[in-house]
Structures are given as structure tokens and as C-alpha cells.
């Protein structure tokens, strides 16, 4: 049977992401057993984040418009809005509108797993949940994190990032500080500078031909008096 042009793209790329997620599971199993990285303080799983009242509405503006356009009856968007408006976590949030919106559209995303782009491009934006310990691959394509309103699970995040002929780029908001460790240097990539109790993104690459950026709002001009 013939096939379609780049027809094996797709298989190539799943059996790509398995090699990743089993590759970051040796990775992480090593660096636990040297201590790094390292602290034995518990950090809250994403579900047992606290709720802001901004994620409520977030979730409170995809049921309008469920009720709206019909998806919705009053009944049951009177008490879905009572469960939105009674949340206390994420948790409690993340599943009131996962029968109205594809999983990409969510307002809300907990899901903290690996990030593989392999032979493709692959996103993770909008409202996450960045967790403290992040693993990445991108072999020929290219990862995008957008962190610009996204939820940092701790104020220093680690990316273990692999990069083969691969790109990782990195959008940051205000105040926030990414370094690149490498076995030989540390190097800053923001060009903002960032207070001393500032959140950092510590991308720990091992690359071949790989390509790490990093996107940051244009630094504040002061006003002249």
C-alpha cells in the first residue's frame, strides 16, 4: 500500500516522545541520586494550588458563554457558577469546563508533563501551571513556553532541556530571570535587569546544534522631568 508523503512523520514523532519521557526519567533518576536538584520541602502539586479570583472568572466567562450560545441552560450554569465561585484550588476549578472547550483551549491547564516537540512545533501557553521541574525535548522542531500568564509552581524553576538540531524559546514577563547551565558556564539571557528575590527559569540543556531564546517586554524608559 502506498503511502502518503510524510505520512510517517506523525508515528515518528510518538515513538520520538516515548525515547524523550523515558530519557528525562534517567536523567531525573541520576540527578535525585547526586542531590541535585536538590530540598526535601514539599511543593504543592498544581491541583493543590490556591485559586485566584482572576482564574474564577477566567472559568466564570467560558460558562456566559456556554450559556449564550445554548451549551449551556440556566440551571446548569446557575450551578456550575456556584462551584466556580466556592473553589478554593485549582483543582477544584480545572474540570468545570472540560466538556466545553478543546483540551488546547482550556482556560486553565494543570497538566505539567513533558514538553516534546519532535519533527513539529509544539506550545505551551496561556494559563498554566509551570511545574518546579520541567523536562523538555525539541529534535528538529521547536518548543515555545510562553510564561507570561502562566502560574510558577516554584521561584526557581529548572528546565531540563534537550535539543537536538532543535530550538527552545522562552517568553517571560517583567522581573523574571533565565539563566542557561551548560557543564562548562552559567550564563544570563535575560537583559533585564531582575531584583535579587526574583524568579528564575535555570535551563539545563544538554544540546546538539540546539538553540535556546528568550522573549522579555522591552525594558521601561524613564520619563524625563
Not at 477566567?58 to 450551578?79: H, K, N, Q
Not at 528538529?140 to 510562553?146: A, E, S, V
Not at 517583567?174 to 526574583?198: C, H, S, W
Amino acid at each position: 500500500m502506498e503511502q502518503r508523503p510524510g505520512a510517517w512523520l506523525p508515528r515518528l514523532s510518538e515513538v520520538g516522545e516515548r525515547l524523550a519521557e523515558e530519557w528525562h526519567a534517567v536523567r531525573r533518576a541520576r540527578e535525585g541520586a547526586s542531590g541535585a536538584p536538590g530540598g526535601s520541602t514539599r511543593t504543592p502539586a498544581p491541583h493543590e494550588m490556591r485559586a485566584s479570583d482572576a482564574d474564577r472568572e477566567r472559568i466564570a466567562e467560558v460558562l456566559r458563554e456556554a450559556l449564550s450560545d445554548g451549551r449551556l441552560g440556566m440551571a446548569e450554569f446557575e450551578e456550575r457558577l456556584d462551584v466556580v465561585y466556592k473553589a478554593r484550588t485549582l483543582g477544584d476549578l480545572a474540570g468545570i469546563t472540560a466538556d466545553l472547550l478543546p483540551a488546547d483551549q482550556q482556560p486553565l491547564k494543570l497538566d505539567g508533563g513533558q514538553v516534546a516537540a519532535i519533527f513539529k512545533k509544539e506550545n505551551r501557553e496561556g494559563r498554566w501551571v509551570v511545574p518546579a521541574e520541567l523536562p523538555v525535548t525539541a529534535m528538529f522542531g521547536t518548543t515555545k513556553l510562553d510564561l507570561r500568564d502562566a502560574i510558577m509552581q516554584s521561584r526557581r524553576v529548572v528546565i531540563n532541556a534537550t535539543l537536538v538540531f532543535g530550538g527552545l524559546e522562552i517568553h517571560v514577563p517583567e522581573g523574571v530571570e533565565v539563566i542557561r547551565v551548560t557543564k562548562d558556564k552559567t550564563v544570563t539571557l535575560t537583559k533585564n535587569p531582575a531584583a535579587p528575590d526574583a524568579p528564575v527559569i535555570e535551563v539545563r540543556t544538554q544540546n546538539f546544534l540546539g538553540e535556546v531564546k528568550v522573549k522579555e517586554p522591552p525594558r521601561r524608559r524613564r520619563g524625563r522631568w
